[in-house]
């Protein structure tokens, strides 16, 4: 069975860091691309980083240099870094993974969701 399952979420002042982790079982080991997604209440679901089986990545603007995310195909895990959180970052953050070796940041691309962690971030 193919599950992906987040972790790290919480509440962090604003300016602060949080790591976010996502653990895959099932999957064969650095077989598939991941993204990151958040969602925000009342807010459509919008990407936030992306990696691909070959460790390249592609991140959004509006989050690059403040969002890092890396794989480790021997744990198969998929990090998510951020730094400088804002509170416009709170949202539940879900990870997601493709067959497609290369990743995208279209949420559509992704046929594999996992249930999302709360990230809060105040002011």
């Known amino acids: 069975q193919l599950r992906l399952v987040e972790s790290g979420g919480g509440l962090v002042q604003t300016g602060e860091s949080l790591k976010l982790s996502c653990a895959l079982t099932g999957f064969t080991r650095g077989s598939y691309a991941v993204g990151w997604f958040r969602q925000a209440p009342g807010l459509q679901r919008e990407a936030v980083s992306c990696v691909s089986v070959d460790g390249s990545t592609d991140i959004p603007d509006d989050m690059r240099g403040r969002a890092t995310i890396s794989r480790d195909d021997s744990s198969n895990t998929v990090d998510l870094q951020m730094n400088n959180l804002k509170p416009e970052d709170t949202g539940v953050y879900y990870c997601?993974?493709?067959?497609?070796?290369?990743?995208?940041?279209?949420?559509?691309?992704?046929?594999?969701w996992g249930q999302g962690t709360q990230v809060t971030v105040s002011s």
């Open positions: 997601a993974a493709t067959r497609s070796r290369l990743c995208r940041l279209w949420q559509e691309k992704y046929e594999h």
